[in-house]
């Protein structure tokens, strides 16, 4: 009698749910999927392809998770554990800063040994099956003196830091060139874990935006970097190289230097029912200041909404 009960009370409900809410789709015109035009998609039946909308691999469209490790600002003997413990929370991507300032403190003494040695964390992340997202500046920001590029550099008089400025321009070539020679053979394309870089940090220029991305994406590609994604951390809608950088939005999902004690704000759910892709308390009082342009939005569907 109990079990009868039970299933008609079970089956009034599921009819009462289906009773009161229809959704009908009919007249829905889905969004138009284009695909952008960024690096070598890799391996067969493993390519990762970037459109409007999402990201995809092997032609099967994806919601990856990424998570932050600075390599090089933690003793290498962690390095495995740490990221097993990303891997166990969900994380399959990893990102990482290559923060010039570490590697290069003196102009042209390089090093890429113990705590600083990026060939072998990816590595590690490729044994452990964690794709990798290369954050390598030149400009990381990252907390750190500088944004990471090193006091010789920013102490220069010859040359203008963070702009196309040709001597600049030059250096960070170099930079690039010296990642360069300690991934080779570790790209997507190879079969390796890195499949997307970073381009600078948080550029909000007026009217340098497009001109300086596309130049640092220009010298990436040449020295060998072919990825299937290239981004930049960016908070205007209007001023980005669209269909060749994907910008990455932001949101604080926790703010707790906001308040204290008692009077900390509630974490909320509006993030996800809204097109605006920014946090008003990210980047945003840079834009007003510096720039008459609007926050980054998805109304218009040019790139995916990648944060």
């Not at 990816?122 to 452990?128: F, W």
């Not at 920001?141 to 220069?156: S, Y």
């Amino acid at each position: 009698m109990r079990k009868e009960i039970l299933l008609s009370a079970l089956l009034f409900a599921a009819g009462s749910i289906f009773a009161q809410y229809k959704i009908d789709l009919g007249k829905v015109t889905p969004p138009t999927v284009k695909y952008l035009q960024l690096g070598h998609s890799g391996p067969v039946g493993k390519e990762i392809r970037i459109n409007n909308l999402y990201l995809e691999e092997g032609g099967i469209p994806q919601l990856p998770v990424m998570g932050e490790i600075h390599y090089n600002r933690m003793d290498s003997r962690y390095w495995r554990d740490a990221l097993l413990k990303m891997k166990a929370s969900g994380i399959d991507i990893v990102a990482t800063y290559c923060i010039w300032s570490l590697h290069e403190e003196f102009e042209g003494e390089l090093s890429w040994e113990g705590h600083l040695n990026l060939r072998r964390f990816i590595e590690l992340c490729k044994e452990l099956d964690m794709k990798v997202h290369l954050r390598f500046g030149p400009y990381c920001n990252a907390e750190i003196k500088n944004g990471g590029l090193p006091d010789w550099i920013v102490n220069n008089k010859n040359l203008i830091t963070r702009s196309n400025d040709p001597l600049y321009l030059e250096y960070t070539r170099r930079w690039y060139q010296a990642v360069y020679d300690q991934v080779k053979g570790l790209l997507w394309k190879d079969g390796g874990p890195v499949m997307a870089l970073q381009l600078e940090n948080e550029y909000v220029r007026p009217g340098m935006i497009v001109s300086h991305l596309l130049n640092l994406k220009k010298m990436a590609v040449e020295i060998g970097f072919d990825v299937p994604l290239y981004s930049m951390t960016h908070w205007m809608d209007s001023e980005y190289p669209k269909g060749e950088i994907v910008p990455y939005a932001g949101f604080y999902i926790e703010a707790p230097w906001t308040a204290s004690g008692k009077n900390e704000i509630p974490t909320s759910n509006f993030e996800f029912f809204t097109y605006n892709r920014l946090s008003d308390n990210i980047g945003t009082d840079i834009i007003k200041i510096e720039g008459d342009v609007e926050s980054l939005s998805g109304e218009n569907n040019d790139s995916p909404f990648f944060t």
